[in-house]
């Protein structure tokens, strides 16, 4: 139970919170519903008996008649009133909707890269996403138990009252129900619960499936390798798998509901057969008798949907603190708060070994290597020997298993992550261009000004012509997500975008990972040729196969089974005899002549 609370309390605490910094008209709003629905189980226990109370005693036909409209105008104006209201809470609901979704969508991408590979936070971001959406029922999923539990106190401990004062016993009676019924609603909600847990890993496998395949990005694999029947057939598994744990939740309930329902059964008869009594016995009059009958449905009603509401929260809070937890997922990393100087830098990588979560092989072995001030790299070796690790741990994507990346003498971590990431601009091989205009993909911020900047950098790697060529310039949308008009750049175009989204970052560091894969020789000629201009004076990093491209660099590092074999210029490596980089140039020269 205590851990129930717990839960209840965090949960609660966080939205009530979040929500009222948000919208605190919604709060006031809420409130208001919260009175009209506390007050309106009275107008029947008072108005009803005080009528048949008139009816069998003066029978004044104004008196009559003015509790009777007194009873159906209240009625009318408490159901404008609470309709309105609801209204009014709903619209708010979607407003929230938005705000959650928001909020999650900004934590994800301030998490820890390397938490975007690990299950368990992935798993995490899963029940997040469900627990704050259709599980829970968002703020108003959440907020409707906790202010219909307040309004059942308030009318409540109205009727308690009323009871205490004429008929003690049928409190005693609806209480024991209550009690035994809020035992087996509890199991109820447990075996809901245990399955919510089960279904979260079949419903991340549904997200991947319905999302991801009818991506068009998919769409050329799926069909030249025919693929379609085997995706419909795992949906079809999976399916079955989801219905089989759906059903098995729904058998283990039913009983539970019967049993419930058979004690609601058993306290209506009870509480009829005491109170007509008394009125029978002439203990009690006609009028009172009714409205204790009344205050006695209100009383069960009023505690079992106080019970209902807490059970409620607490299955909605066990849902909706998913999404709390995930706000407050531990991060994989720790930062440091050292300010980053401004200029260029000096990085050393010492006794630096590494292995990716969850796996215990060394990607990168005791690797000692040191990039200068303005020093133009070159990194090479075969597919797999961990050039794009050893780029991806010097950007602290992730951190070294074994020994450290010094900047300037300083162990990187020590230094405030936010300000370090400024330091790099780098294209990855996966890079990725977003649905946006070709200007907001290059500054990736909300700016007027820059235009010229970014017309200045698409010149430079020889992208201006083919960009002004369409009618919107700059701002020509890329793919079709959200404009149809949007365009589909080629690979190399695509390639070209982001090393200009890399230049104009302005960061003292450039890092290039098989730069000019998807180029055309041309086009990558035109690259080379440039890039001399383009990164002078920075620190650059290149990661290429073509090794026509090491004689740019001032020092090439290679690298061969996560160790680095070789360092030097170009010319004494080309000269090492049965180097591993001369055996290479050689071959690729060759191939290129022949
Ligand atoms: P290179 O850039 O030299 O081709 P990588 O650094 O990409 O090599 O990869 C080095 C090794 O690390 C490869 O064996 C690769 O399969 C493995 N690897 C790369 N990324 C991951 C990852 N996210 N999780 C586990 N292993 C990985």
Not at 65 to 78: D, T, Y
Request: charged content about 20%; glycine content about 8%.
């Amino acid at each position: 139970m205590k851990k129930h609370e717990n839960v209840i309390g965090r949960v609660y605490a966080y939205f009530l919170k979040e929500g009222w910094n948000r919208h605190k008209l919604y709060f006031v709003v809420r409130a208001g519903k919260m009175i009209i629905q506390s007050a309106t189980p009275f107008l029947t226990i008072y108005f009803i008996p005080a009528i048949i109370g008139e009816l069998m005693g003066n029978k004044n036909p104004n008196r009559l008649i003015g509790l009777a409209a007194s009873l159906v105008l209240l009625e009318f104006v408490f159901a404008i009133l609470n309709g309105t209201l609801g209204n009014v809470i709903e619209r708010y609901g979607q407003s929230f909707e938005n705000h959650f979704k928001m909020i999650l969508s900004k934590r994800i991408m301030e998490l820890d890269f390397q938490m975007i590979e690990d299950k368990k936070a992935l798993d995490q971001l899963e029940l997040a996403r469900n627990g704050m959406s259709w599980y829970s029922g968002g703020m108003n999923g959440l907020m409707e138990p906790f202010f219909s539990f307040l309004s059942g106190l308030i009318t409540l401990l109205g009727v308690v009252a009323l009871l205490t004062v004429n008929a003690p016993v049928v409190l005693l009676i609806a209480s024991v129900v209550v009690i035994a019924s809020t035992v087996v609603n509890g199991k109820i909600n447990q075996i809901e619960q245990e399955g919510y847990r089960k279904l979260s890993k079949i419903n991340r496998i549904f997200g991947y499936l319905g999302w991801n395949l009818v991506d068009f990005r998919y769409g050329k694999d799926i069909r030249l390798y025919d693929s379609k029947d085997m995706m419909v057939k795992k949906w079809g598994s999976f399916t079955e798998d989801w219905n089989k744990e759906n059903m098995e939740i729904a058998d283990r309930q039913l009983p539970l509901q019967l049993l419930r329902d058979g004690m609601q059964v058993i306290h209506d008869i009870a509480i009829y057969f005491y109170l007509g009594a008394l009125a029978i016995l002439g203990k009690m009059t006609v009028a009172t008798c009714i409205q204790m009958v009344n205050a006695a449905g209100t009383f069960t009603g009023s505690l079992r949907g106080m019970v209902f509401c807490y059970q409620e929260m607490m299955k909605k809070a066990s849902y909706a603190n998913e999404f709390v937890s995930f706000m407050d997922y531990p991060p994989a990393m720790p930062k440091g708060n050292m300010p980053v100087k401004k200029g260029k830098h000096i990085f050393e990588f010492r006794n630096l070994s590494f292995s990716y979560p969850g796996s215990d092989v060394n990607v990168l072995q005791n690797v000692n290597l040191t990039i200068q001030e303005g020093e133009h790299l070159s990194v090479v070796g075969l597919n797999g020997a961990g050039k794009t690790t050893l780029v991806k741990l010097l950007c602290r994507l992730y951190d070294p298993t074994e020994g450290e990346i010094l900047m300037d003498g300083v162990n990187i971590k020590e230094y405030d992550y936010q300000e370090y990431m400024q330091v790099f601009a780098p294209v990855f091989q996966d890079f990725k261009l977003f649905a946006f205009s070709i200007k907001e993909n290059l500054l990736l911020k909300e700016t007027v000004a820059e235009e010229e900047a970014v017309r200045d950098t698409l010149e430079k790697i020889g992208m201006l012509q083919r960009v002004e060529f369409f009618k919107d310039g700059i701002d020509t949308v890329l793919f079709k997500q959200f404009d149809e008009t949007g365009i589909e750049p080629s690979g190399g175009e695509q390639q070209k975008l982001a090393i200009a989204r890399a230049l104009i970052k302005d960061a003292p560091v450039v890092i290039l990972d098989e730069p000019t894969a998807a180029l055309d020789p041309i086009a990558e000629y035109e690259i080379y040729k440039h890039f001399e201009d383009l990164v002078k004076g920075k620190t650059a990093i290149y990661i290429s196969h073509r090794l026509s491209s090491c004689q740019f660099c001032d020092k090439i590092a290679v690298f061969s089974e996560g160790c680095v074999k070789e360092y030097g210029t170009h010319r004494e490596l080309v000269n090492l005899e049965n180097g591993i980089y001369a055996e290479m140039f050689a071959a690729q020269a060759q191939y290129y002549v022949s």
